[in-house]
């Protein structure tokens, strides 16, 4: 069975920094892009960053692009999410979500139930 | 990098069928054809239901189709049941190399 567990979400204060953790089992992680997106509470879908299958090509909402780094460990299956700066308007609950192919735009076929980042 | 426009909330009979829309621009819907929804039970994953606008993953009921004109896409339920209650986004690829997703639309059977 496809799975992706997410971790690391916190309470934090503006300004500081979590690193969220998305651990995928069930198939071949090397040979499938990653995102992550936010939901905030009450609110939509988020797209907040995504990965390519290698790690070499990373992409960012404007609204982190320089605050936020993903990045992965193929050889350990795990996704990760740096986010530093932190604001009010980055809490919400975060899942990982696998690419239906090699590219990150192909949609996302798994999700994770998500964790949640709460800024306080 | 607006969301893409939904209607907040759609609702239908058991049986019947429903439309929901999805708008954007030239640089997102309108420019690529990398168009997806999802379905989304509160408290639950969200669910990957069309990908490339109108093709469904394997194991997705054919009572779920998309499609596109324009700058909107499209999607459509047909039969409708019980548990085709929940939310749904519609997400696109950009022109920017990002993804955006719709406000998310509540499906609500009466």
């Known amino acids: 069975e496809m799975k992706l567990l997410e971790s690391g979400g916190d309470l934090v204060q503006p300004g500081g920094s979590l690193r969220l953790s998305c651990a995928a089992s069930?198939?071949?992680?090397?040979?499938?892009?990653m995102t992550w997106v936010r939901q905030p509470p009450g609110k939509g879908l988020v797209w907040v960053s995504s990965?390519?299958?290698?790690?070499?090509?990373?992409f960012y909402a404007d609204s982190v692009q320089g605050r936020f780094t993903i990045s992965r460990d193929n050889s350990k299956n795990i996704v990760f999410l740096q986010m530093n700066s932190l604001r009010a308007e980055d809490t919400g609950v975060f899942r990982c979500?696998?690419?239906?192919?090699?590219?990150?735009?192909?949609?996302?076929?798994?999700w994770g139930l998500g964790t949640t980042v709460t800024v306080s | 990098q607006s969301a893409l426009t939904q209607p907040a909330s759609v609702s239908g009979s058991p049986g019947q069928s429903i439309t929901i829309s999805c708008t954007g621009t030239?640089?997102?819907?309108?420019?690529?054809?990398?168009v997806s929804w999802y379905q989304h039970h509160p408290g639950k994953a969200p669910k990957f239901i069309i990908y490339?606008?109108?093709y469904r993953p394997s194991g997705v009921s054919n009572r779920f189709s998309g499609s596109k004109s324009g700058n909107t896409a499209s999607l459509t339920i047909s039969g409708l049941q019980a548990d085709d209650e929940a939310d749904y986004y519609c997400?696109?690829?950009?022109?920017?190399?990002?993804?955006?997703f719709g406000g998310g639309t509540k499906l609500t059977v009466l």
């Open positions: 997400s696109s690829y950009t022109s920017s190399n990002t993804v955006v």
């Open positions: 990965i390519s299958a290698d790690g070499g090509d990373t």
């Open positions: 979500a696998r690419a239906a192919g090699y590219y990150y735009y192909y949609g996302m076929d798994v």
């Open positions: 069930g198939f071949t992680f090397r040979t499938h892009a």
């Open positions: 490339d606008v109108s």
């Open positions: 030239s640089s997102d819907i309108g420019g690529h054809n990398y």
